[in-house]
Structure formats: structure tokens, C-alpha cells
DNA sequence: AAAGAATGAGACGTGGGTGTCTCAATTGGG
DNA sequence: CCCAATTGAGACACCCACGTCTCATTCTTT
């Protein structure tokens, strides 16, 4: 017995990350529970999503805690953002590609809090003079979004090993594909 | 009369970009036909879909041969297919997604060819010094294909201008956030 | 003008996922 | 040890989208 709702949640991101057309029985079997205790706990299935955006939210909120985005530079606090989030990487994904589904409704408010800080991030970046003016921060986020997203798309098919994920958005972000002299 | 067929696509592509969730008789309605005749040429569902990877390779490599990958340095043809490639962007976003559900199933083989044409692209860049060699082909050619898609959604979301399309993906795939002395 | 082809609108049956319900079995608390 | 609560399995109806079909209409063609 003892359901844990939480663990609930966590099985059911790991499975619809990486089949967000899941069905409701799959997603209880994956979590190892009965199709109807899945839904006595949430209402339906947008019930469901929208406890995974809350996960996803406060699992992202709590990473960027622990990324201490305040603390020394905005270069270094992004290294650490990347590392905190990467083990919630394939949840954002699908949480990102399922908020585009959501035209016209007013985003959850979660996710703009969690933007206003990265946006803030890199608006300090650029204050300080370490990050480019000419990329918008609101760009840069999106940005950053993505590639973490593409990412674990890469690691999950083996196109990127799962070691170098840190490293292949960090440096693609921060320092960009060209060769330079002086880097 | 004369229902154009390539037409029909290009809106169904124009649709199902921005809701991939749509209803064969939102496609039909927005592509100006009835539902009927939509299932007249194209037997169902999935048969769209593949009729739109179809219609996005071929846009894909036109634009990829106009970019002409092959001349100039690898930097200079990177900027003319992401110029090229602008016009399907929300298309390619919508095809990756799409792609990311066939798990298992071999990807269509007209992928595989543009894929290895962006990664021959990269691999040139690093052979002529103009591209670092500890970021992978592989991973440079996934992360332009997620910039470009985020970089669209960006754009359909007003977080980013129109005009500055090709200059946001550019600029951050190539240089990146950080700012140097000497770019 | 007549014949043929293609279309649009709608009706219809079907399938699959959803959500609800029941009931026996299991678990945990008193 | 017993009772209450929770669960799993299954049955059930429902809904929505799909795919097929019909038929009147419209357009092409000759």
C-alpha cells in the first residue's frame, strides 16, 4: 500500500519524457500501480500533466537553488545551473514541448518565475560584461532550453554520451562552435 | 477544382507546426478542402505525416543544395543554410518532434542523408580550423536542428523578432554567449 | 450542352483511450 | 485480532477522432 505519489510522478515523467503519447495504463504499469489508483490520485490525464509541470517546477526551482545563481560570476553560476539540471533534463523536454501545445492559455506562472531568474542570470552576464548584448536574454534562455532539451534527446540515442552532456551545452553556449585564437 | 496537393501540405505543415495535435478536419478546414478529399489523397493520418517528412526533406535538401555546403569555407556555408533554411523552420521544428516518437523504428533514410551532409559540413569546418574539435559533428548538427526549432517557437511566441531569425541562431551557434576580447 | 471527374457536406460504424464503478484482496492501524 | 482504508483487476459506458461511404453539387472536358 502507501502509494507514493511522488515516486508516481517520477515514473511517469521518466516514461513520458520519452513517450509523451504514453496511455494512462502505461503510464500506472510503469509506476507499478493499478490503472484506477493512477486515477483516484489525478483526476485525469491533463490532471497528471499538469502535477508533472508542478514537479518539474519545483524540481527546477530547487535546482536552481542549489546552482546559487546569485554567487560569483553569471559564467560560473550557468556551469552550475547546466549540472543541477541535468538530472531533470528529459523531464524539461517534455514539459518545454508540451507547453507549445498550450496556445493562447496564459503560461503557468511556475515557469515564468523559473524564466525571470535565468533571464536575470543572463541579464547580469551581460552587466557585468561577460555575455554578449547582442543575444537577447530572453534568447539566451530559449537557447538554453533547447539545448538541454536536444541534449538528452542526443544522449538517449547514443549520439552524445551521457558523460559529455555538461560539457557539450556548456561550451557550445558559452563559447560557440568557431575555433578562435584566443578563447 | 484541381486540388493542389502541394499546397494542401504546405498548410497542413503550417498547421501542424504550431498544434501538432490537430484534427484531420482542422488540417482539411485549413487547407480550404473537406475531409473527405483530405482522405481522397492521403489514406490517413500517418500517411500526412509522411507526406510532410517527404515535403520537409525535399524542401530540406533544396534548400541545403543552395546553400552550397560544398563552397567557400564551412563557417560561410553554415550562414547560407541557416539563411535557406529559415523559410521551413517551424517545419523542421515540427518534424524533429515527430521524429522523437518513432522510437525504435528506423528513421526515415532521407534524414539520414541530410544529417550526414550538416555533419560532413561540420566535419570540414574542423578539418579547415574554423570549427573546435571537441564538440562532435554529431552533437553541432543536433544542437543547430534544436536552435533552430527553439529559435522558430521563439519567434511564433514574440520572445524574439522575426528579422533577427538567422542572426540569434548564427551568432550563438558559432560565437556563443560568452564575450571576448577578440572575436 | 452533355458526360465525366472531382469535390464538399454529412451520415455512419469502428476503435482506442478515458473515466467511473464494483468487488475481492491486501495492508496498516487501533 | 479485527476493522477501516487502500489497492488491483476487471467490467462498463462514453467520447472523440478516424476512416468509409453516399449523394448532390460543381467543375472540367469534349
Redo the contacts with the bound molecule.
Sequence with gaps: ???DRDQVLRDAAALLSRKSTA???EVARAA??????????F????ALVRALEDLGIREFEVAFDNARLDEGTAVEALRRLVAEAEPNAQLLAFLVTENQLFEGDEVNEGWARLDARVIALFRRGQEEGDIRIDLSPAWLTEALYGLIGSCAWAVMDGRVAAKDFQYMIIELLLGGARRSVEK
Design positions: 500500500m502507501a502509494m496511455t494512462m495504463d507499478g500501480i493499478g490503472r484506477a489508483t493512477l486515477h483516484r490520485h483526476a485525469g490525464r491533463d
